[in-house]
């Protein structure tokens, strides 16, 4: 589990259910006290955080790295908005809502 006040694109994500887009590493910490590569991630290109959300119910987050910044143009955001829906698509089929049982039988 990741904190809602826990400074990342993530938790912005998960608490608005809104995309987060970054596409610096100026961005993320013009936006973010937590510095990307203090926490592991191995580039300083660009990010986006994803909402995963089937009906109104908050599934989790989908969060990409890319290699090198990028200024996410409105046809990338759609089609990333997209990938987004099919993988949220994806989990509730799997079942893997809130709701849920922790366990599936086989």
Known sequence: RI???GGLPVCDVLRTGEAVYLPSLAAWRASYPRDPLALGDRTDGAWVA???AIGGEMLGALTLSFL???PFPPEE???LGLLATACAAALG???LGR???ATRPA
């Open 50 to 52: 994803l909402p995963l």
């Open 77 to 79: 955001r759609r089609f």
């Open 93 to 95: 089929r799997l079942g």
């Open 68 to 70: 090198a910044p990028r």
């Open 3 to 5: 904190p809602s006040d």
């Open 99 to 101: 709701g849920a049982p």
